[in-house]
């Protein structure tokens, strides 16, 4: 694996700047520190780091006879039976890979749109008076100057995703082929063998935001997942990979997924059995004003009206699913799509079901 790691460290108050710039190569690490310039450091307004992954390469395979192996135990099936899951396989690479059979290098980021950890005043995000770490993707850009999403062959201008897919210009490019081969075992069944691939995958402004929540004494998050692909595929096999049943296939696959928000967190928690719990609450109603009967603002308090509106109209609360083509095996069914989907309340929570 080869890769190139570029991490910039900045801040309101500091008096200087840090650039690192690390190549990775087999056991071997370099770097070199620079300095920033005035005008540079007249451009710092905030605190975070910038990483791109160039000449990026990923690939894990199960070895059983040199004693490599990616087991993921300690679950249980409904009727109580042990499950475990082996990982034959998993690759991040760049496109054209053949499904993980033709690895070849990615850029992930640029220099200019790197993916991102900072810390951002909560106030500038609807989170009063808190410090929140964010993870982040590239940014999206202005349709004017990105790409396609979902295009293989986008050119600039066609859509407001950052990242470049491979092309003759950029032969890695900014899109990575993701895959995993995992083997599953139930009990004393036979194993079964799972195979998901996603082809050119873009996750353009994705984030995950977290912080404290004082009053409940949870950790609390923002997470807005955006996943484009042309090509996801789903199907299962014999153990040894062969003998694969009907492929599920899904073309022009869009998620944009949106849990949580600064008027419904999520929330983290843990009960006393050691259950996991995630909560979406509903949203908290206005101090004061009703809405009248005929649902007009003339009618209602324009406080409470205007934050009704506001919350129903926002697209950032809301999720949407487009798959171009859904096909499986050679029966095809079309294209599907979910729009605006909002969340009011959502709460999961694990339970024990051995007996």
Not at 5 to 21: D, H, N
Not at 48 to 64: M, P, Q, R, S
Not at 89 to 102: P, W
Not at 303 to 319: L, P, T, V
Request: aromatic letters at 8%.
């Amino acid at each position: 694996m080869q890769a190139s790691l570029l991490g910039r460290l900045l801040g309101r108050s500091c008096v200087g700047g840090l650039v690192a710039s690390l190549l990775l190569s087999s056991w071997s690490a370099y770097a070199e520190l620079q300095g920033l310039t005035e005008s540079e450091l007249s451009e710092v307004d905030g605190a975070g780091i910038g990483l791109v992954l160039e000449n990026f390469k990923f690939a894990h395979g199960t070895d059983v006879d040199n004693g490599q192996i990616f087991k993921i135990g300690g679950l249980k099936s409904t009727d109580g039976r042990d499950v475990e899951i082996v990982v034959n396989k998993l690759y991040v690479a760049g496109a054209n890979s053949n499904y993980g059979e033709t690895l070849g290098p990615v850029n992930l980021g640029r220099l200019v749109n790197p993916f991102k950890i900072d810390v951002l005043d909560g106030n500038d995000i609807g989170v009063p008076n808190k410090a929140v770490l964010e993870f982040a993707a590239p940014e999206m850009v202005d349709a004017a100057l990105g790409y396609d999403c979902l295009s293989a062959g986008a050119v600039a201008g066609s859509g407001s995703c950052a990242s470049r897919p491979a092309s003759a210009e950029l032969p890695n490019g900014e899109r990575p082929d993701i895959g995993l081969q995992m083997n599953l075992v139930v009990g004393e069944d036979p194993s079964a063998n799972i195979n998901i691939h996603a082809q050119s995958a873009v996750i353009d402004g994705s984030y995950l935001r977290l912080w404290g929540d004082n009053a409940r004494k949870q950790m609390v998050a923002q997470f807005k997942l955006n996943f484009y692909t042309p090509e996801l595929s789903i199907n299962a096999c014999k153990p040894d990979g062969s003998g694969c049943g009907s492929k599920i296939l899904m073309q022009n696959f869009a998620l944009e997924l949106a849990l949580g928000n600064e008027l419904q967190p999520m929330f983290f928690d843990v009960d006393g059995n050691g259950h996991f719990i995630l909560e979406i609450a509903a949203i908290p109603t206005p101090q004061a004003g009703t809405i009248g009967s005929d649902g007009l603002r003339s009618s209602s308090d324009g406080a409470a009206w205007d934050f009704y509106e506001d919350y129903y109209s926002n697209s950032e609360y809301r999720s949407n699913l487009t798959i171009g083509n859904l096909s499986v095996g050679d029966r095809d069914f079309g294209s599907a799509r979910v729009e605006g989907m909002l969340i009011q309340h959502l709460k999961i929570e694990t339970r024990d079901l051995a007996p």
